[in-house]
């Protein structure tokens, strides 16, 4: 997530969040600055829903964000990496089996 | 890890083509150079709302004033997605508005020149935002995420920009000989500070190298360049007009169109802030953002005053 800057007078950071249409989840779709939440909906709608690209907006102050560190996302990530039975590619099955 | 192991990391990355996200390691060059390139391009989308806002309320028809109003909020919203992303990188969004109004940002210099008649709407749309166009495809591939992310809903939109450019000269050019006089003569100011748009020929750009090793540009100023005198002149005929240029001749050999000489000594005129509108632009810019000021405190002064009473109120619940 982006650094908070320590202007003062500058408003805060916010990252928006756009549900496309009903029956998909919410996808981030970039940040803006706001004073607070309903502006920052308002804003959100002008800049990233112009041509009717949502149908929901979630905003959230980019300081309220925590992330995973990059740097160890190797260590955080590894307990998937070798265990490939978890997809169903891994069974060696007959060809005349179907529906399955 | 040390800080060649992480350079090796950033390289590897680079080379497989794998995006380069805010918080992972970059070189501080990379993240100059970017931060450099992403503002300057926000400042263009942001300055050049300026000359097509002159026109909104002498646009020939409610139609057309409609889509020039959009437009130019699209060029806003462009500016705002290209700031952000820059914000990614550490810098604030007031440090930029400092840079641009100082004067130490650069901007596009396209949008010093001046817009005299209603075709130049036309030639901007078809010229301007057609080499604008080139150059962001190209973009959307970006090394940096957040800048190819932001590229990519721009250039969704972009489209429609160049289209109704040239809807708005194929209309005049097919009107009276007073209206194809003024689409030849808009086509004849817009096209050399269109071909610039594209910077330096590639010998005189330094930093192009590093810019392509990093991926953060993926082809040269003369490579965009010479794919959009091609496409346009094909273009332009559809339009029964000229371009200014009589050394504009098919190359069978190479395949693309020969072209006149660049004069670089206007351009690099206009880039040192000696263009027809250098001035009137920035000082445009910069009574916004002082007229805006009391927007921006009373917004502030509301947020901290609801913040203080409903921090009291919770006391008192308590």
Known sequence: MPEQNSNKNEWPLWEVFIRSKAGLDHKHAGSLHAIDANMAIENARDVYTRRMEGVSIWVVESKYIHASDPDSSGALFDPANDKIYRHPTFYDLPDELTHM | ?318
């Not at chain 2, 004033?65 to 992303?85: F, I, N, R, T």
């Not at chain 2, 693309?256 to 351009?267: P, R, S, V």
Request: overall charge neutral; glycine content about 6%.
């Open chain 2, 1 to 318: 890890m040390t800080v060649r192991d992480f350079q090796e990391a950033f390289d590897e990355k680079i080379d497989k083509e794998i995006a380069i996200e805010p918080r992972d390691w970059m070189p501080d060059n990379y993240r100059k150079t970017l931060i450099r390139q992403i503002s300057q391009h926000a400042h263009s989308e942001i300055v050049g709302m300026l000359p097509e806002g002159n026109w909104i309320t002498r646009a020939p028809s409610l139609r057309r004033k409609a889509v020039l109003l959009a437009k130019v909020q699209d060029e806003a919203g462009h500016g705002l997605y290209l700031y952000s992303a820059a914000e990614t990188l550490g810098i604030s969004r007031d440090e930029m508005y400092d840079q641009l109004h100082s004067g130490k940002a650069k901007y596009s210099s396209i949008f010093n020149y001046p817009t005299t008649t209603w075709a130049d709407m036309g030639a901007i749309g078809w010229l301007v935002d057609g080499a604008a166009i080139m150059n962001q495809v190209a973009l959307c591939r970006t090394s940096y995420g957040p800048y190819a992310r932001a590229m990519v809903r721009i250039c969704k939109e972009e489209s429609f920009h160049q289209r109704q450019g040239f809807e708005i000269l194929l209309q005049m050019s097919k009107g009276t000989e007073i209206q194809r006089r003024m689409v030849q003569d808009a086509i004849d100011r817009w096209w050399w500070p269109s071909l610039m748009m594209f910077g330096p020929s590639d010998d005189n750009s330094p930093n192009t190298a590093q810019s392509m090793r990093w991926r953060v540009k993926r082809f040269t100023n003369d490579e965009l360049r010479q794919r959009f005198v091609d496409v346009t002149v094909e273009q332009c005929k559809i339009l029964g007009m000229t371009l200014p240029d009589p050394e504009l001749k098919w190359n069978e050999e190479k395949g693309h169109y020969d072209f006149g000489a660049i004069n670089w000594e206007e351009f690099w005129n206009v880039v040192n802030g000696n263009g027809p509108c250098n001035k009137e632009r920035l000082e445009a810019r910069a009574k916004a953002w002082e007229n805006g000021k009391w927007v921006r405190d009373a917004a502030f002064a509301y947020s901290e005053k609801r913040k203080e009473r409903s921090g009291s109120k919770d006391s008192k619940a308590a």
